[in-house]
């Protein structure tokens, strides 16, 4: 039996994993690449699509689940199993991802054309993405599942977003476990990531292996304080946020920090229609969540609504708030700035030095995210030259990413230590600090194969 690592070695995004066994190969996830790493997406699979027998995929964001319309475009008919949720938010993401490359691609082509040079195709279209749809398979948690003869999974709540999981996989008397991306214990509105008793061999993810998160009342306590000062400065708030979980998390905090006075009454607009239609699937499965949420629900309140928040529709309206009088805070994917409404907001309202722009998630290396968060005095939007005037924040325990004591907690929950741990899905300095801390472990590199014995 073989493993193999397509993406997420070295870097975070592109996670994909190649299991080979008898005359079987799965993947688990099919992502997409992002920052510095985004050429690699347009790039051929090194494996062929048609030779794949399923993918299971651990959960729905886009550095997971985004070259699936790809790889079934290329010719891959076999099954893809998630969890109930994930499969519902997948379809959002994906649908979304083809809508952005087919925009982005006449945009370029446009260009191309000006310059006399040849045009190119989308990565892949909406169309595209809602054809690989079909070939999601829904399940649920903790039960066994047989995607192919001689292999059987079971998908444990790894509590990063809704409906994300750490998949066992058992296999020629092996069991080996993916560890997708590991939440935090604590997090708002769904459930702990669940401890695992026993493996064989772990992959983990190592996004924050060498980091410690700030407490969530410190960081309720810093959000407040930003929105109270800017407020007071009459600026705008900008936080650029991931559309799925963090966005509905960020709602949940503001809808407490008003109803208990602690931030005044400002208006909050939500500016990402992805981010709107992950709400609603969050309202719908109502299963995933916890208990906190389930008690909040049942006394009537409404997690995902409150006074003075608005769900911005179309472009229209998301372009006047440009000119919206007085402080308010904007909250607009993407979450790295890479694309969505966030880059108008941005390009608008950096060169005033009224403006906060507030980092609430994880900026990955050749992002615009990273670079502005890094202390850039000036950045390139929309092909101008955009100067940064304003005050950049951050604030890590927002993170949907365990830290490194989480996910020591995490590993430390298999009672043995297993044959190997395969460190993926970290930069350099993230892998190496996990492998560190927990003392063994193996930082894969990309395109390596390493044999499961
Ligand atoms: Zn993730």
Redesign the pocket.
């Known amino acids: 039996m073989e493993l193999q690592f397509f993406g997420a070695a070295g870097f975070v995004t592109g996670s994909c994993h190649m299991l080979r066994f008898g005359k079987y190969k799965i993947l688990v996830d099919c992502g997409m690449f992002q920052g510095k790493e985004s050429k690699r997406s347009y790039d051929p699979f090194k494996f062929n699509a048609k030779e794949i027998d399923a993918v299971l995929l651990t959960?729905a964001?886009l550095?997971?689940c985004g070259l699936l319309p790809k790889l079934v475009k290329d010719g891959f008919k076999g099954p893809i199993y998630a969890t109930s949720a994930t499969c519902d938010l997948a379809k959002v993401v994906m649908e979304d991802s083809g809508h952005i490359h087919e925009f982005e691609n006449k945009y370029d082509n446009r260009r191309l054309k000006r310059e006399g040079k040849p045009l190119r195709k989308p990565l892949y279209t909406s169309k595209d993405a809602t054809k690989t749809f079909r070939q999601l398979k829904p399940i649920p948690y903790n039960q066994t599942v047989r995607p192919l003869p001689g292999l059987c999974a079971v998908y444990r709540d790894a509590g990063?977003?809704l409906g994300?999981a750490a998949i066992e996989v058992f296999v020629e008397g092996k069991k080996i476990v993916f560890s997708g991306?590991i939440g935090q214990w604590n997090a708002p509105i769904i459930d702990d990531p669940k401890l695992i008793r026993e493996a064989d061999y772990i992959l983990c993810e190592s996004t924050y292996g060498d980091r410690v998160h700030e407490n969530k009342s410190q960081k309720t306590k810093i959000l407040a304080q930003h929105i109270r000062r800017i407020y007071k400065e009459g600026g705008k708030l900008l936080i650029p946020s991931f559309a799925i979980e963090r966005t509905q998390e960020l709602i949940y905090h503001l809808n407490e920090l008003v109803e208990e006075g602690k931030i005044p009454h400002i208006p909050v607009f939500v500016d990402s229609p992805m981010a709107s239609k992950a709400t609603q699937v969050f309202m719908k499965h109502t299963e995933n969540y916890d208990e906190e949420a389930r008690n909040m629900l049942a006394h009537g309140d409404e997690p995902f609504k409150f006074h003075n928040l608005t769900y911005v529709g179309s472009s229209n309206e998301s372009k006047a708030l440009n000119s919206f009088p007085g402080p308010c805070v904007i909250i607009a994917s993407s979450g790295m700035c890479t694309g969505g409404r966030i880059k108008h907001h941005l390009k608008h309202h950096l060169p005033n030095p009224q403006t906060t722009v507030l980092f609430i998630g994880y900026q990955a290396y050749g992002t615009p995210g990273r670079r502005i968060r890094d202390g850039a005095k000036r950045i390139r939007l929309y092909g101008e030259s955009v100067p940064i005037r304003g005050t950049i924040v951050s604030i890590g325990g927002f993170s949907?990413h365990a830290d490194q004591p989480q996910l020591l907690k995490w590993l430390n929950g298999f009672v043995k230590r297993p044959k190997n741990v395969f460190i993926v899905h970290g930069e350099p300095k993230g892998a190496l600090g996990l492998k560190k801390a927990y003392g063994m472990g193996h930082v894969a590199r990309l395109y390596e194969t390493v044999k499961l014995n």
Do not use: A, F, K, T
């Open positions: 959960h964001h550095d997971h990063h977003i994300s991306d949907g």
